[in-house]
């Protein structure tokens, strides 16, 4: 039997889960990565700029490792799954090579709109795949020692995991602003609720 598909504008279940446990997840990640980031600044050490205690989970450095900790495992699962999910779908979902022509070449303006959408979204899935692995490398480097290799040195590892932070509102910000200018409120409260 062929699954009923949901009226335009309105995503199905596992797309309205996986958004909300994301973005749960990612709060806790982010705030208790910032947490641990604040002991020793990625960027000038001790002397370094360091974040206001509202964007930080964890109280200390050790209460911050232990909700990353924590997070972590389910973080890459839902990860997992929802990668699987997008490359099992019938349409189309993630960004391709003709998405970048649409941009370049296309007059349509819906067109390219849905072309910048699934760049940006694809680019999530990417710098969220890059947080997993450049954290893993630092979480066991003995193990992951080939891991930790491609990325040179400690503090370009740290920095390449810091960073995925700012791209990663960067990247929601556009993937917010899109979907609104795609399907108005309708479909920003539809992915979550
Ligand atoms: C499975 C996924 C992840 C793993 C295994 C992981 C692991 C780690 C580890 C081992 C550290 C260093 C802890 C320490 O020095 O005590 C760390 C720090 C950090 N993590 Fe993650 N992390 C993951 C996902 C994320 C995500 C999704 C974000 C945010 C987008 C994030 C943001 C941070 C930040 C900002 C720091 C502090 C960076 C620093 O000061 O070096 N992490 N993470």
Redesign the pocket.
């Known amino acids: 039997m062929q699954t009923p598909t949901p009226p335009r504008g309105i995503q199905p279940l596992w797309t309205r889960a996986f958004h909300a446990l994301d973005i749960a997840l990612?709060l806790v990640?982010?705030s208790s990565?910032?947490q641990?980031?604040n002991a020793?600044?990625?960027f000038g050490g001790r002397e370094g700029m360091t974040l206001p205690a509202p964007l930080l989970l964890g109280g200390w450095?050790g209460g911050g490792?232990q909700w990353?900790?924590a997070g972590?495992?389910l973080?890459?699962l839902n990860l997992g799954i929802w990668i699987a999910l997008l490359l099992r779908q019938r349409h189309r979902r993630l960004a391709a090579l003709d998405d970048v022509s649409s941009l370049r070449a296309s007059q349509s303006q819906p067109r390219r709109r849905l072309a910048s959408h699934r760049l940006v979204y694809t680019a999530m899935l990417i710098v969220?795949s890059l947080?997993?692995l450049s954290?893993?490398a630092?979480?066991k480097p003995a193990s992951f020692w080939w891991l930790s290799g491609c990325f040179g040195n400690w503090q370009t590892l740290?920095t390449v995991?810091?960073a995925?932070?700012p791209a990663?509102a960067a990247l929601t910000l556009s993937h917010g602003v899109l979907s609104w200018r795609i399907g108005g409120l309708r479909l920003l409260r539809s992915m979550v609720g």
């Open positions: 990612l990640m982010v990565g910032l641990i980031y020793n600044p990625v450095l490792r990353h900790f972590m495992g973080f890459a969220l947080a997993l954290g893993l630092m979480y740290r995991h810091f995925t932070v990663m």
